[in-house]
């Protein structure tokens, strides 16, 4: 599986020539995640809260959100990418972020892992802001509750930060998501000494055609 060198949108904007014409890329960081655990989650945070995270672990802390909007005359503005950057360090390797229960090998070419949107709304969180989430809905209506402030907000802004646990800090940090609803990969950036760098949601914006731009 060929993974686009997606590192490179975040140094400046840029400028493609692409088959549905000119194409403007800009980053832009929204905040920062809190990792209590170090746990990293990438889900629909309405319709899938109760996401597993990746079995890579992370270190806790607090990093960098940054998403890259694309910009056509055709297609409007877009969310192409969210990168969650944990080192300032250019990776030199892509993997696809999996789940304990996620094989690889079990993939054939041109498939790949990713989380189901539904609400048009993609996030990063650790999973125990998932556990707060997951308490809530077990609770009573909170599901509708969170659900109708996170449209709210989003509905103003292309993303937004909900912090929903004050003693941790921990938070979802929620965006749109590209082309809306479908079926999004996640992949880990590694530097040469195979430490994590990055993780990317790719949001298919570009498809195939990323894999030329970012070479």
Do not use: H
Not at 132 to 157: D, R
Not at 158 to 182: H, K, Y
């Amino acid at each position: 599986m060929k993974v686009p060198n997606y590192f490179r949108f975040l140094k400046r904007v840029r400028k493609f020539n692409t088959s549905a014409g000119e194409l403007t890329l800009t980053p832009k960081t929204i905040g920062k995640l809190v990792l209590p655990t170090g746990k990293l989650v990438a889900c629909d945070p309405i319709c899938g809260p109760e996401s597993p995270g990746f079995t890579a672990d992370l270190r806790p802390g607090s990093y960098p959100v940054i998403l890259c909007f694309a910009d056509s005359p055709a297609g409007g503005r877009r969310v192409a990418y969210a990168m969650l950057r944990l080192q300032n360090i250019n990776p030199v390797r892509w993997e696809l972020a999996t789940s304990s229960y996620e094989d690889v090998s079990t993939l054939k070419e041109g498939q790949y892992f990713g989380y189901l949107v539904d609400s048009g709304i993609g996030c990063f969180m650790d999973e125990a802001a998932g556990d707060v989430l997951i308490e809530g809905i077990e609770l009573g209506n909170f599901q509708e509750y969170f659900a109708a402030l996170l449209i709210e907000a989003m509905s103003k802004s292309e993303w937004v930060n909900f912090i929903v646990d004050e003693s941790t800090g921990a938070n979802v940090m929620a965006f749109s998501s590209g082309l809306g609803d479908g079926i999004y990969g996640t992949y880990f950036g590694y530097d040469e000494d195979d430490d994590l760098v990055c993780a990317v949601t790719d949001f298919n914006v570009l498809g195939k055609e990323a894999e030329t731009l970012f070479d």
